[in-house]
């Protein structure tokens, strides 16, 4: 082999060699992105479980609290983005987040419902005092 053919050999194993080490940094932060991207969706659906069986244990009918949706609404997109999730885990996160927002629908419309109930009494009681007064 010719030596300058060699070294053009060596010259391109080198540049390739510099454009592979180029692309392990920018894999490396998609990576990790990824990772904590995963691990704020698996941390949400762990606190909606706790919230959920905290609402069915504690017997109150509207909680000043809903479940979180931060994280799927950050996450998801990215995740979809980088295709980092197939068709069923897709489909099963959608299911979830469907439950949770009409979960979040229902303790909204118990919570108003609950405060017309209040408004309601407190207006009844304070007709009955002003009529008192009158009488």
């Known amino acids: 082999m010719d030596v300058s053919l060699k070294s053009v050999m060596e010259e391109l194993l080198l540049i390739l060699l510099g454009f592979l080490l180029g692309l392990i940094p920018n894999w490396w932060a998609k990576q990790s992105r990824l990772k904590i991207h995963f691990a704020a969706l698996r941390a949400e659906i762990q606190l909606c479980r706790d919230q959920a069986e905290t609402y069915l244990k504690a017997n109150v009918m509207a909680p000043l609290y809903r479940l979180p949706t931060k994280a799927y609404e950050a996450s998801l ?28 629908r229902g303790l909204e419309n118990a ?3 609950a405060m017309e109930i209040t408004l309601n009494r407190w207006r009844k009681s304070t007709s009955e005092i002003v009529s008192s007064r009158r009488s």
């Open 77 to 104: 997109p990215v995740l979809l983005t980088d295709a980092a999730l197939d068709e069923q885990d897709v489909r099963d996160l959608l299911r979830f987040y469907g439950q949770v927002e009409d979960l979040n």
């Open 111 to 113: 919570s108003q419902l």
